[in-house]
């Protein structure tokens, strides 16, 4: 839910909701309004019959997945190793990669309040290069 940063109070209407709600910010189109998304509630449905294989500690690490990202359902993600193509061929994911844990490393680590989704984007890529990075250096340092 989005809120704002600094209170925590939301900052959109819900149903119900008879008086204002109020985002700091500036000027006409309030820019720079540091609001930021907040995880509350997570309810997940799981169809038995669609699991296809896979196993509870895949389903563990894809639900966590899910549950902490805005995930597209329709998005791509056969080029990457990660745990959200387990439907494809749970043989081949094996649980959360290294790229799903630097992914969510990034998002969680970027600066949340969304004044510029390209500036958090870019935040975020760069989080996963130091990521990888650091990856590879320690893999050069094993013996």
């Keep these: 839910m989005p809120v704002i940063g600094v209170t925590g109070e939301r900052a959109i209407r819900m149903p119900g909701d008879t008086g204002l709600i109020l985002v700091p910010g500036e000027g006409l189109v309030n820019a720079g309004r540091p609001i930021t998304d907040s995880l509350s509630k997570v309810i997940i449905i799981v169809d038995a019959d669609q699991l ?21 359902p329709d998005g791509d993600t056969r080029a990457f190793p990660t745990i959200l193509n387990l439907f494809d061929d749970p043989q081949v994911t094996p649980g959360l990669s290294d790229w799903d844990r630097s992914y969510l490393a990034s998002l969680y680590n970027a600066y949340p309040e969304r004044v510029n989704p390209w500036d958090q984007a870019a935040a975020m890529a760069r989080g996963i290069v130091r990521d990888k990075r650091k990856t590879a250096r320690q893999a050069d340092e094993q013996p």
């Design 52 to 72: 296809r294989g896979a196993t509870l500690p895949q389903l563990g690490d894809y639900i966590a997945l899910v549950s902490l990202l805005q995930v597209d």
